[in-house]
């Protein structure tokens, strides 16, 4: 039997595996959930072992454990070290799900529950695909799996995990898939990831909430100044305004951009996916260039003064703003970190108190695409998906890619098959049947190619 066989003829069984592992609510973010972490973490050590790895081991961290395994079958054939992160997003706002998060439902050929694409969906087909060569005899090189449970927070303790370990880790390439291809019709491999900057703001008028009628007009009002402070970060022509921001920002090529520019886009199904009435953002560049390879600001949040029923009349005396940027090669996380601080503090007027707090954040990446490595993955697509994928450049985050790269000399190939519909970090969450059984089968064609002598 083959590979391929053998995951058509246990299909059914790979399937109710993923939706056992998508009911542990495996929130990293939030600490109620710190045993769903563990209860995550020793599942997937389980089904490694019984996939048929040599070892496999739950890691203890100073945050959520990470899972690591491998079959080694011989030191002088090449390894292939697997990433992906069993953590995921709050599922918040419930009421907004048609179905809860955690009791994953199929549904017009979907998976509905959080992490059914990101990251959960993604990473088990590795499991499965790994599951598949060993059972039939055809591994043709050696594995490693690191499978963290903190992404979604900043994978702190893994960078320490990365930096401490070297010799284990140590592989001709890494795998991942935790990005998304362009359409089902037009498969893709992700070579570019944006880094980020978070903040949040705090600002402090008055000592104390005031009555609004007694005070107001004459006592500044930190929910107003804070969003003048906040719009005046964008000019008209959709430029961030902050001092040196752009300095280290890469400029692309015209060829480079032209390269990006023959992905299929269409701009009209984008709209009305979204159900806006057109796009915008900085001038002079198209919707893919905006999230591939420019930076951004957004505000994730904001709040202060009173949200409650009906209306209470009231001057605050704080507001808060939680604040990122998406950044792009060679923009420095830190550095873009503290040029915002810097800049929200000499915009605050003086009667304005403004304390900023950094949280996590993360260099972008892109991923060259001469390498022995994105050469495998372009020839497993074109053999499962019978289409040469195109290199896209992806807006999102994977801040362990640049320490990757940094640390292990090595350049992850992007190998994932979310799609926009998919809708991670977002209620409904869902992940394609179709993408999770052919991702299975792309991966172990992967293997194949990227053993080819
Ligand atoms: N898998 C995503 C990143 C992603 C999504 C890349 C789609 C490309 C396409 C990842 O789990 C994620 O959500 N990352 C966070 C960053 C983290 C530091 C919180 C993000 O991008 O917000
Ligand atoms: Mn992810
Ligand atoms: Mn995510």
């Given amino acids: 039997m083959t590979a391929i066989q053998y995951i058509e003829e ?14 542990i609510p495996s929130v990293s973010a939030n600490s109620k959930h710190q045993a769903d972490m ?20 739950v890691c203890l961290t100073d945050g959520h454990p990470i899972v690591y395994g491998e079959k080694i079958i011989d030191p002088a054939l090449p390894t ?10 709050p599922a918040d706002p419930l009421e907004l799900w048609d179905s809860p998060p955690f009791e994953p439902v199929i549904k017009n050929e979907k998976i509905y529950a959080r992490g059914a694409c990101d990251d959960k969906g993604q990473l088990y087909m590795h499991l499965k695909a790994f599951e598949a060569m060993m059972a039939t005899d055809s591994l043709p090189c050696n594995a490693k799996f690191m ?38 019709d037009n498969p893709s491999i992700c070579v570019g990831l944006r880094g980020l900057s978070y903040l949040e703001v705090e600002v402090t008028g008055p000592n104390r909430d005031l009555h609004s009628g007694v005070y107001g007009g004459a006592v500044v009002n930190p929910i107003n100044e804070l969003c003048q402070m906040i719009a005046s970060l964008h000019d008209e022509n959709g430029k961030i305004t902050i001092p040196g ?26 709209k009305k996916d979204l159900d806006i009435s057109d ?51 060679d923009q420095d996380s830190d550095e873009i970190t503290y040029m915002i601080t810097n800049h929200l503090k000499s915009i605050a007027p003086d009667y304005l108190k403004v304390e900023v707090t950094p949280h996590h954040g993360g260099s972008a990446a892109a991923i060259p695409t001469d390498s022995k490595g994105y050469l495998a993955a372009s020839s497993a697509f074109e053999e499962a998906w019978g289409k040469k994928p195109i290199p896209t450049r992806d807006g999102g985050s994977i801040p362990i890619v640049a320490l990757f790269q940094k640390e292990l000399g090595t350049d992850p190939i992007l190998m994932g098959f979310g799609l926009d519909e998919d809708a991670i970090h977002s209620p409904n969450e869902s992940y394609g049947l179709f993408n999770y059984f052919k991702g299975i089968e792309t991966i172990t064609h992967f293997y194949k190619f990227y053993s080819k002598k």
């Avoid at 246990?10 to 009911?23: M, P, Q, Y």
């Avoid at 995550?40 to 496999?56: L, N």
């Avoid at 957004?298 to 029923?309: A, M, R, S």
């Fill in 10 to 23: 246990n299909k059914d069984r790979f399937l109710n595996e993923l939706l056992d592992l998508l009911k």
């Fill in 38 to 57: 563990v209860a995550a973490a020793e599942f997937i050590k389980a089904k490694m072992e019984i996939a048929g790895v040599d070892h496999a081991e």
């Fill in 80 to 89: 292939i070290l697997v990433y992906g992160h069993y953590d995921v997003q």
């Fill in 147 to 184: 499978i963290e449970g903190e992404e979604e927070i900043g994978s702190n303790n893994l960078e320490t995990f990365v930096i401490n370990n070297h010799e284990k880790l140590a592989c001709d390439v890494i795998l991942i898939s935790d990005t998304s291809i362009i359409d089902n």
């Fill in 245 to 270: 921001f752009y300095d280290k920002v890469q400029q692309l090529t015209s060829e480079q951009r032209e390269d990006l520019a023959r992905a299929p886009f269409d701009i009209e199904h984008y």
């Fill in 279 to 329: 796009v915008n953002g900085e001038q002079g560049f198209s919707t893919n260039e905006r999230t591939g390879i420019r930076p951004s600001l957004d505000v994730n949040g904001i709040w202060g003064g009173y949200i409650g029923e009906g209306a209470k009349t009231v001057l605050p005396s704080k507001a808060y703003a939680k604040i990122s940027s998406r950044l792009v090669p």
